[in-house]
């Protein structure tokens, strides 16, 4: 099963970098009560991920917050070490990005969003997507195809705001 409207999220926990190290998050208590944008993609440090997707959330930001978007997260099979030197690399974590990492995949997974393409190192990686989430529920979902990054860029999801 793939993420589509009307799905609920499921129960997970996350992992962000907190100012000791690794903190373990609740999706539920991030994502209740609040309307918030959710993108996963394949790998910090990836190129595509680098030099596209990422990018397009950091450019739109603040037109998201302007059409009442409280929170913007990036999700990947990283760990936190990883995703936090992503953030700051990229300038995310100013543009008030949280990543979120999935190391196991099990979000991933559930989400029917995990993928595996050894020639690249992939496994068990997230295929791209972007959600905005209203109260836990997906209201709006843009998935990309294997391989592509279109319709889940941060001025696609706009577009639909």
Not at 18 to 35: N, Q
Not at 96 to 116: C, E, N, R, V
Not at 122 to 130: H, K, L, P, W
Request: net charge negative; glycine share 12%.
């Amino acid at each position: 099963m793939t993420i589509e409207v009307g799905d609920k999220l499921p129960e997970a926990e996350l992992l962000v970098m907190g100012e000791d190290g690794p903190e373990t998050v609740d999706l539920s208590a991030l994502i209740g009560g609040r309307k918030v944008v959710l993108f996963g993609l394949p790998g910090a440090f990836t190129g595509t991920c680098s030099t596209a997707h990422l990018p397009s959330f950091i450019r739109t930001s603040e037109a998201f917050r302007a059409k009442g978007v409280d929170a913007i997260y990036c999700l990947a099979v990283n760990d936190p070490f990883v995703l936090a030197a992503w953030s700051k690399a990229t300038g995310a974590g100013d543009a008030g990005i949280t990543m979120l990492a999935d190391p196991a995949g099990a979000l991933t997974s559930s989400l029917g969003m995990s993928f595996t393409y050894a020639p690249k190192g992939f496994y068990g990686r997230s295929n791209r997507y972007a959600v905005v989430i209203e109260d836990g529920v997906v209201t709006c979902a843009h998935l990309d195809k294997p391989g592509e990054c279109s319709v889940s860029t941060g001025e696609s999801l706009l577009e639909e705001l």
